[in-house]
């Protein structure tokens, strides 16, 4: 198999995974509605916690999370070039899913699924820099933000420029996916972790 299509195989398969989406599939399961009619709309395990089913948001998170790791893994067995490439195809899938009319989540989850399966000495540093910053602030887009700034710094010093380069692509994405937190962080209006939006 030429590596253009092993290329093309780790993105549409990692795209395929990431467009999974767990957050709307586990919200019906558990008769908690349409995730997107909820709170601020998000396809994502913060946005489900705001239903008040924290065994949902668990769950959620565990899904959004492994799909990133399996992705990257399979992937990984090609190569790190394709690896990288999966990766990116899993975060777009999450952020645009073909199931949910190209609607889906910030990417956050995944992307720390991602930073597992390419480095997990790095993925714990994430996590680490996500529980500090959200213990402190209690917003989980600051949390998410300040984690994915820093990440590429940790993929960097734990894995290779190369990965540092992708974790610095993914990280742009998040803060573009995250523009609407930003505004709202700016102006002092961004909800705290676990707060009910109607």
Not at 1 to 30: C, H, N, Q, R
Not at 70 to 93: E, H, K, N
Not at 149 to 165: D, G, K, N, T, V
Request: glycine content about 12%; charged content about 15%.
């Amino acid at each position: 198999m030429s590596e253009f299509f092993i290329d093309l195989a780790a993105f549409v398969g990692g795209y395929l995974l990431g467009s999974i989406p767990f957050a709307f599939v586990i919200t019906k399961a558990f008769g908690l509605g349409d995730i997107r009619s909820v709170g601020s709309g998000n396809v994502g395990a913060t946005n489900v916690l705001r239903t008040g089913n924290r065994f949902a948001a668990a769950l959620t998170l565990l899904g959004d999370v492994g799909k990133g790791i399996v992705a990257v893994l399979i992937a990984r067995q090609f190569g790190d070039g394709p690896a990288l490439i999966a990766a990116l195809g899993a975060f777009l899938g999450h952020i645009f899913p073909i199931w949910l009319n190209f609607k889906g989540g910030k990417g956050v989850a995944t992307y720390i699924g991602i930073v597992f399966a390419l480095a997990w000495p790095a993925a714990l540093m994430v996590c680490a820099t996500w529980l500090v910053v959200a213990a402190v602030g209690r917003i989980s887009s600051l949390a998410a933000l300040v984690a994915a700034a820093l990440s590429p710094i940790y993929m960097y010093y734990e894995a290779s420029p190369a990965y540092a380069f992708g974790a610095a692509i993914l990280a742009v994405l998040i803060f573009i996916t995250h523009r609407e937190n930003i505004r709202r962080l700016l102006k002092g209006e961004e909800p705290k972790i676990g707060a009910k939006k109607s």
